[in-house]
């Protein structure tokens, strides 16, 4: 079970800034959840919550956890009113001297995406078996914590650069064990709208590790379409169109608690996750050296940013560009 906390921007010196807030970011919900549907959702989400408790005290490091993390958050998903849609992304990586894109495997992998909300990790886990990566914080939280360490969540204190080192260490050791590994390189959450800059960092564990890193775009869509693309509305022959959807945003000064609260009172909201082909280094061999390792995890970076942000155009934009 996994779960990841806010930070404010201002309380860490080196954790990037994002523009985004509450009060210039977050639209209107397209459809309003009634009162007694808003009601059930809450009360769904505690019974997934309390469910998972002793679960997640069982689970420890057995070979299932992964396959019974991704359930228990399809199922907290669910509880919240939140439909989950895959598709497929493509991507071209001509003319890059330091990564190519590699066939469909099996195997793990450093799973990287834009970071949106608070959601982002059950999103990650209901679609795939890995291990998120989440906030220190995190594990010190009641239920919360025993959830995320349950589900096998890896733990960065972002207020301690000095830490990052170990970190990467305990995401290469889990990807040699066959583990896939999430990871949000912006390193704070953006509306969903625009996002930031990779950061390299977190890279090197698939170096380190002889693994693919395979981009995720993250987007919440609004609308009975958004599985879809269009649907007709009310029987009176109008289309409707999915639209982008913010409300599940955590940006900014926003709080936990409003936050859900947006979230189970929209109704029709969908996690939209696009998968793109998996990269990893054209010549491992060749970066053994320092300066060598920081130019691929840089590359590695800036190919999954590129990956990422075809996946994040609005619906709209996606039907004029096709």
């Known amino acids: 079970m996994s779960a990841v906390a806010h930070l404010p921007a201002a309380s860490s010196a080196w954790l990037p800034v994002s523009p985004c807030a509450p009060d210039v970011c977050l639209r209107a919900q397209a459809r309003t959840a009634g009162p007694l549907r808003r009601a059930a959702r809450l009360a769904g989400a505690a019974a997934v919550l309390l469910a998972g408790l002793p679960i997640a ?30 598709r497929r992304g493509f991507s071209c990586i001509g003319g890059s ?23 982002d990790p059950l999103v990650i886990t209901a679609t795939f078996a890995c291990r998120p990566l989440a906030k220190a914080e ?10 995320a360490a349950g589900g096998g969540a890896l733990f960065i204190d972002r207020d301690r650069l000095s830490a990052l080192p170990g970190v990467v260490a305990d995401m290469t050791a889990a990807l040699r064990r066959g583990e896939s590994v999430a990871a949000f390189p912006e390193g704070t959450t953006w509306c969903g709208r625009e996002m930031g800059r990779f950061r390299p960092a977190v890279f090197q564990a698939a170096l380190d590790a002889g693994v693919p890193v395979r981009p995720l775009a993250l987007r919440f869509l609004e609308g009975t379409a958004a599985d879809r693309g269009t649907a007709v509305h009310g029987g ?59 130019e691929a995890r840089a590359a590695l970076a800036r ?14 934009e996606q039907a004029v560009a096709a």
């Open 57 to 86: 005290l069982a689970l420890g490091r057995t070979a299932r956890r992964g396959a019974v993390t991704t359930r228990w958050s399809r199922l907290l998903l669910r509880a919240l009113g939140i439909r989950i849609v895959t």
């Open 236 to 294: 009176t022959g109008e289309r409707e169109r999915a639209a982008l959807s913010t409300r599940p945003s955590y940006v900014g000064d926003d709080t936990l608690l409003a936050s859900v609260l947006r979230i189970v009172s929209t109704r029709d909201l969908v996690a939209e996750v696009t998968v793109f082909p998996a990269v990893r280094p054209d010549r491992p061999a060749a970066y053994g050296g320092p300066v060598h390792r920081r």
């Open 303 to 316: 190919i999954a940013e590129a990956q990422v942000r075809t996946g994040l155009m609005e619906p709209e």
């Open 97 to 119: 001297a330091r990564a190519r894109a590699v066939p469909e495997e099996d195997g793990p992998a450093l799973l990287v995406g834009n970071h949106v909300s608070w959601l």
């Open 138 to 147: 995190v594990g010190r939280w009641p239920i919360v914590g025993t959830l």
